[in-house]
């Protein structure tokens, strides 16, 4: 009985050296590495977007060229059909003859001069496409630019309102013959055109481009002009076209002088300042 007692407190013993050892005492396991410890964290990769493309962008549309090619007269043509198709290359539509005359000779020979002295010019040599031309003088150094000129009354009965558009076409040279007043012997020669009517007292000059005082050139210049009815005028004859030249003594050849009456509106409007090289 004694050995059995002892035998079971041998056994407890033990065990409590065992449970002494597993609460932190020393032990012959191996020590756990650091490396071993860490656990590898394994991550499921996120998906990756692709970065987004710019949009696909329609170019935008061009405008179309503001200007026209060249025109380019057809030389078998008159020259008022060459005037003619050269204001219809610009846009210009329903255009009517406005200036007296069934050709171009008989137009000129209404183109009246004032202060001025008006003889006809020998065109023999000369490369122009019109066949009638006038020599104008100064005769005076007048006191206002407006005394001296050259003129012509529009045709009869040629129905007109407000706003129509006058367009047309002139080749003049010039150059000055003395010193006078106010200007210099080597000045430019001056002129400027207008669209007169007794029906306001002359007061109106028809906003015609190009405007104010032009200089001319000693060679020949083809000047599209434009301008426009500004009054309710009860007869187209009321309507001048009126080239002032009273800017001391100068000399000026004019030819090729045809004009036509469009009706007023955008479009004939754009076409006129297109044609004029505004």
Known sequence: MKKIKLLALIILAGMLVLASCGEGGSSDAPAVTGEAADIEEVTTPEPT??????????????????????????????YWDQVVA???????????????????????RRLGANNSRRTELDLSGEDVPFSFSWHYETTRDVE??????????FARD??????????????????RMAESERYLADDEPIF???????????????????RGEQFAQSEWQKVFFY???MNEETQSANLQLQIFIGYGFQNFDVGGLVAYKFPGGRDNERAAMNLAGF
């Open 49 to 78: 977007t692709p970065a987004p493309t710019e949009p696909t962008t329609t170019p935008e549309p061009t405008e179309p060229p503001t200007t026209l090619a060249p025109f380019v007269p057809d030389l078998s043509m008159g």
């Open 192 to 210: 400027y055109m207008a669209i007169k009517t007794p029906t306001d007292n002359w007061a109106t000059e028809g906003e015609v481009t190009p």
């Open 86 to 108: 050269e204001l219809a290359h610009h846009g210009l539509t329903g255009g009517v003859p406005v200036l007296p005359g069934d050709d171009q000779e008989a137009v000129m």
């Open 158 to 175: 040629i129905a007109t309102e407000q706003d129509d558009l006058i367009v047309g076409v002139i080749w003049i040279r010039g150059e």
């Open 144 to 153: 206002n630019f407006w005394d001296a000129n050259f003129s012509i009354n």
């Open 227 to 229: 301008g426009r009815v």
